[in-house]
Each structure stands twice: as C-alpha cells, then as structure tokens.
C-alpha cells in the first residue's frame, strides 16, 4: 500500500506571494491532519479534516487554509507568505483521526520564504 | 490544554550502549501517549503507544517506554543502540476534547550514535 505522498517536496517563494502544498492520504483513510515543524516551534498541528469538513483547528492565523476533496486528498494554501512561514510541512492521514488511529506522515514539504 | 515536555535537547550515546529518553506530560485525564522517530529528510514514523493496560508497551525497532501516571513520564528505552537509531524522536500526547482530538508534540530529542 502506498504511503502518504506529498507535493512538492520543495519550494522557494517570495514574502507575499501565496502557495499551495498537496497531500494525497493512504488509500482507506478519511482523516489529513496538516503540522508545520520549526527548529524554534517544533511540531504545530494546523488543522485536520476528515470527510472533506475540517475537523480540529491549531492556533494559525487566517492564511493558513485548507480543504479535503471527495478522494480524500488534502490541499493547504498559505497567502500573503511571511518569512516565518518558512517551515516543514507534514501531512498526515489516518483511517478515522482520533486516538485509535495512529498517524501516518508524509515526507513533507519544505517551504522557504525569501 | 495539554503539553509535552522533553528535557533532553540533544543526547550522545555509543553504539551497544543502553538508551533512555525522557518524556513528561501534563494533561487532566488519562493520555494517549505515543513515540515517534525522524530521519533527516523524512516524516515521523509510529515507534509505539500507549492507550490503556500493561504500562510497559513494545515498539518497533527493540523500543519500549513506560507510562508511569505518579509521574506523569512516558520515557522510551533501548538495551542497545545500533547506529541506524541516529534520528529525532518526538513524544506525543493525545486528548479528546469538545468532541475533537489532537495530538500534542514535544520538541524533541535529537540522538546521535557514536560507532
């Protein structure tokens, strides 16, 4: 079974500018959870939707969205990029979110900020 | 809210030797406590949890941690390291609230092996 995949593996944006981070879920899972790691932060949660309605949401200003689709996969879009956006960001599923299903990552998205 | 604190920044240790990482959590009710590992370059990968019974849980890998509720400590442990357990390992607390659950990490320990 394919593990998370997510898209791209890296990114260079500009203060400003906005960008878009895909996640495509294990086959069977409903539930994406999205976290940003930092080496001052670590690991935030941002959010996590589960049947294309977000579920649980982090402490992360408005320009930080999301959304799921039918398929289950997971878009999060970043606007007006800061440069303390710059950051990893983990996608992870699991079957149907909650303690009983532990998360699957992704390999993550690198996103710098210049 | 709960937290997760790991104490240790940064933790050396030689191949073959033992290993103990230290995880406390701070939450009202009883956790759900996980351990997870990252290697450079990769996302974090399930090592073991603990939900509820035998407070002494196996993982992957040869890890197991121990839940100790008097003091609030999940700590991970190996009899011996091999080199390839170079990585950063992250504790983790999940709690149900509001009809929601989210899983709180701590900021990690990072743990080079000396051959």
């Known amino acids: 079974k394919a593990g998370v995949t997510q898209t791209p593996r890296y990114l260079i944006k500009t203060r400003g500018q906005q960008v878009t981070l895909s996640c495509s879920p294990i086959s069977g899972h409903r539930s994406v959870s999205w976290y940003q790691q930092t080496p001052g932060q670590g690991l935030q949660f941002l959010f996590e939707y589960f049947s294309e309605t977000q579920r649980n949401k982090g402490n992360f200003p408005g320009r930080f969205s999301g959304r799921q689709f039918s398929n289950s996969r997971s878009e999060m879009n970043v606007s007006t990029l800061e440069l303390g956006d710059s950051a990893l960001y983990l996608c992870?599923?699991?079957?149907?979110?909650?303690?009983?299903?532990?998360?699957?990552f992704g390999n993550g998205t690198r996103l710098t900020v210049t | 809210a709960q937290s997760v604190t790991q104490p240790d920044i940064h933790i050396t240790v030689s191949e073959g030797a033992s290993l103990e990482l230290r995880c406390n959590y701070s939450y009202g009710a009883t956790p759900y406590l996980f351990w997870y590992v990252q290697s450079p370059g990769q996302g974090l990968q399930l090592l073991l949890k603990?939900?509820?019974?035998?407070?002494l849980v196996q993982g992957i890998k040869g890890f197991e941690a121990e839940f100790k509720r008097s003091q609030s400590s999940f700590n991970l442990r190996k009899p011996s390291v091999h080199w390839s357990d170079a990585a950063e390992y992250f504790c983790a607390v999940g709690a149900l609230g509001a009809g929601s659950y989210q899983l709180t990490f701590g900021k990690g320990t990072k743990l080079s092996v000396i051959p």
């Open positions: 603990y939900f509820s019974g035998d407070t």
């Open positions: 992870a599923s699991s079957l149907e979110g909650g303690p009983m299903s532990p998360l699957h």
